[in-house]
């Protein structure tokens, strides 16, 4: 079960190119309510959250992708290096976040200031996702090319499937 809970998570990593890494609001991973500590949603024995369906759907490709165990321990390693890294730009987003929350009066606008903050903002969001596709790159390297033609397949098929349809958090 361990293992493919890990395939599961290693290939949604993949698909997904660790957007779930960081929150999109700049804070650091787990620092939004109700978020577990890479920024998704609270652990539990299924992935937490409502993530069951996806879970299933991860293992699922995991079997059909035959990853093997020298592949997890490569990839495992991979992310684990990742990690500070992650951790250390999720850390600087949210403390200049805080610094411009506590600096400025919401009510006043002040141009300079702002840009100021949207370009240090940017920088390190760009470099957050260069290590993203950095990482994406070292982890399906680690897979063969037909396990890489097989996950794009599996990808395209899904999107194929849902053209047109919004996702579901979508629908307010």
């Given at each position: 079960?361990k293992?493919n809970?890990?395939?599961?998570l290693v290939?949604?990593?993949?698909l997904v190119?660790?957007t779930?890494l960081?929150?999109?609001?700049g804070?650091?991973?787990?620092?939004?309510?109700g978020h577990?500590?890479?920024?998704?949603?609270p652990?539990?024995?299924m992935?937490g959250g409502g993530?069951f369906q996806?879970l299933?759907?991860?293992l699922?490709?995991a079997?059909?992708?035959d990853?093997?165990d020298?592949?997890i321990?490569r990839?495992?390693?991979?992310?684990e290096?990742?990690?500070?890294?992650f951790?250390?730009?999720?850390?600087?987003l949210?403390t200049?976040?805080e610094a411009?929350l506590?600096?400025n009066?919401?009510?006043?606008?002040d141009?300079v200031?702002?840009r100021?903050?949207?370009?240090?903002?940017?920088?390190?969001?760009?470099?957050?996702?260069l290590l993203?596709?950095?990482?994406r790159?070292?982890v399906?390297?680690i897979?063969t090319?037909?396990q890489r033609?097989?996950?794009?397949a599996?990808?395209?098929?899904?999107?194929?499937?849902f053209r047109?349809?919004?996702?579901?958090k979508?629908?307010r």
């Amino acid at each position: 079960m361990k293992r493919n809970w890990l395939i599961s998570l290693v290939l949604l990593t993949v698909l997904v190119g660790f957007t779930g890494l960081v929150g999109a609001q700049g804070g650091p991973p787990g620092n939004h309510p109700g978020h577990g500590q890479w920024g998704g949603p609270p652990a539990g024995p299924m992935g937490g959250g409502g993530n069951f369906q996806r879970l299933l759907h991860m293992l699922r490709m995991a079997n059909d992708l035959d990853v093997t165990d020298e592949q997890i321990s490569r990839i495992e390693s991979i992310l684990e290096n990742a990690r500070p890294q992650f951790e250390a730009l999720g850390e600087q987003l949210h403390t200049q976040r805080e610094a411009w929350l506590e600096a400025n009066d919401p009510a006043v606008f002040d141009e300079v200031a702002a840009r100021q903050f949207v370009e240090a903002q940017s920088a390190l969001h760009t470099d957050l996702m260069l290590l993203r596709m950095q990482t994406r790159a070292e982890v399906l390297s680690i897979l063969t090319p037909e396990q890489r033609e097989a996950l794009k397949a599996m990808k395209d098929s899904g999107k194929e499937r849902f053209r047109g349809k919004r996702h579901p958090k979508h629908h307010r």
